[in-house]
RNA sequence: GUGGCUGUAGCUCAGUUGGUUAGAGCGCCAGGUUGUGGCCCUGGAGGCCGUGGGUUCAAGUCCCAUCAGCCACCCCA
């Protein structure tokens, strides 16, 4: 049996390229706006990088990592997400010692070991923006601006933003002890998972789907209503700049995100348009991560964007590129003269095509068709001999003559010319001044 | 990790209660046009019927296993 794909793994064929270029250079373009600069960070690192940031008792860590020893007995793990790595590099190359805010963004494959289905992969693709060293709430306010702009330059409308808080180390425990009492003698009728995230994390019970839990989830606390001082007015604030700025969105105080390490001001961007998989972007606020990690007590928000997700939103390509010129070259001398008419005008930026063996004209017109050639150059043993192209532009048949200023009979006695360097190309600067306004037209 | 559905030509899919050389449409190649594409006509190439095992005189068809895809759960991008 053939060698096949590793499961989850899937190879971006050419007719979907143009897609994934089209949203890496609007991000880009939406990203440098807002002052945002790249870092790329490697896809490997150490195992407790991940496990200390995202939070043992998470899923990610838990049962989907892509972990493995090396030769030396590290334990090495393909990143399920991109802040740690960054985190890790910043904290590494001292970034820190310049004054913030640091605004990066990178892009780049991700690995969660689940079992694939529609917009989920085991490999798959981020765009990611991390703004270090900096509290905010005009940050928050600024990246759901951006996602939305991101969004809207992609052409994708049905996409709403959710918005919630989680509160901080200050607030969170007296809000999760109410809601442990609250869901108290509701044990029952939980779903397996979340008996287990009573005691683990029971913010998690409030976004689970299934019924019971939903049930057993009316009328509880809100974290709204537990935020601190500190906490409520930076929410007040996030949301007033998100208004002034004309920015929709719906708060959701049941949007827990699976990370440990989010606090305050979480957001996700969701769609209907892709099944079960329904949010193309995810962040929030992680104040206590880089200091977690070793470096400096810096606050930092973030957010990722799924390329795969996105690229399923967005309609197929109006229109493929298409060739310039196709030579349509029959015998020696004239294909050896296609040959190198061909060489010289990509040289200078031109698509230009031609059959690699010398096939029928029928044949070669054909592929010229297929190809959506805009004109092709007919050269054959008569072109040479009257030292006169026919060209054809292809979308109306209108076919015309232009003189090929000798190169014509210079490629009929080619041995001969070779040894007059400056004469050929004098002859082809002739030939290409008076086939351009063709070309050009 | 769990469940359901599906694997036949490059693509989309037919394939009778198991029965002899496995089909169609599209695509591809060539000819009809001795130097001109698309449309039309004619012909052609292209299949370990996902893989391995089993039942049977006989398996694309039935059974088991396995791999892969899709969808959902879980979770998230």
């Not at 998470?58 to 985190?87: C, H, Q």
């Not at 935020?227 to 700025?245: G, I, N, Q």
């Not at 003269?337 to 698509?351: E, I, N, S």
Request: net charge neutral; charged share 25%; with cysteine.
């Amino acid at each position: 049996m053939t060698i096949q794909a590793v499961r989850g793994m899937k190879d971006l064929l050419p007719s979907d390229a143009g897609k994934w270029r089209f949203i890496e250079v609007t991000a880009r373009a939406v990203f440098g706006a807002f002052g945002f600069q790249e870092i790329r960070v490697p896809i490997l690192e150490r195992t407790e990088l991940f496990a200390r940031s995202i939070g043992a008792a998470t899923d990610i860590v838990e049962k989907e990592m892509y972990t493995f020893s090396d030769r030396s007995g590290d334990s090495l793990t393909l990143r399920p997400e991109a802040t740690a790595g960054i985190l890790r590099a910043y904290i590494e190359n001292k970034l820190h010692a310049i004054p913030g805010p640091h605004k990066l963004c990178t892009l780049g494959p991700m690995f969660r070991h689940e079992r694939p289905q529609k917009g989920r992969l085991r490999q798959f693709h981020q765009l990611d923006v991390e703004v270090l060293d900096d509290q905010g709430p005009q940050s928050d306010a600024e990246l759901m601006v951006m996602l939305t702009h991101l969004l809207t330059r992609l052409g994708l409308q049905k996409i709403s933003l959710k918005l919630n808080s989680l509160g901080c180390p200050n607030c969170r425990p007296a809000f999760r002890q109410a809601l442990t009492s609250f869901l108290a003698g509701k044990e029952q009728q939980l779903c397996e998972d979340c008996q287990r995230r009573l005691s683990t994390n029971p913010l998690r019970v409030l976004d689970c789907k299934a019924a019971g839990c939903q049930e057993a989830a009316i009328g509880a606390p809100s974290m709204s209503d537990h935020l601190c001082e500190d906490c409520r007015t930076h929410f007040a604030e996030v949301r007033r700049l998100l208004d002034l700025a004309g920015v929709a969105y719906a708060l959701d105080p049941r949007l827990v995100r699976g990370l440990d390490y989010y606090v305050r001001t979480t957001f996700e961007a969701v769609t209907g348009d892709l099944g079960a998989q329904n949010a193309v972007a995810g962040g929030g606020r992680y104040d206590g991560l880089l200091a977690e990690l070793g470096g400096p007590a810096q606050a930092c928000i973030g957010f990722g964007a799924g390329i795969e997700r996105l690229a399923l939103l967005i309609p197929e390509e109006p229109e493929a590129p298409r060739p310039d010129i196709f030579i349509a070259a029959t015998g020696p001398k004239p294909r050896l003269m296609a040959f190198l008419m061909t060489q010289k005008l990509r040289r200078d930026g031109y698509w230009a095509e031609m059959t690699t063996d010398d096939k029928s004209l029928k044949a070669q017109l054909r592929k010229a068709n297929k190809e959506r050639a805009r004109l092709v150059l007919f050269l054959g043993d008569r072109e040479l001999q009257e030292d006169k192209g026919q060209i054809k532009r292809m979308d109306d048949s209108h076919q015309v003559e232009f003189e090929m200023g000798g190169l014509g009979h210079l490629f009929m006695n080619f041995d001969q010319a070779q040894a007059d360097a400056e004469m050929q190309d004098r002859l082809w600067d002739a030939f290409f001044h008076s086939l351009m306004p063709l070309i050009r037209s």
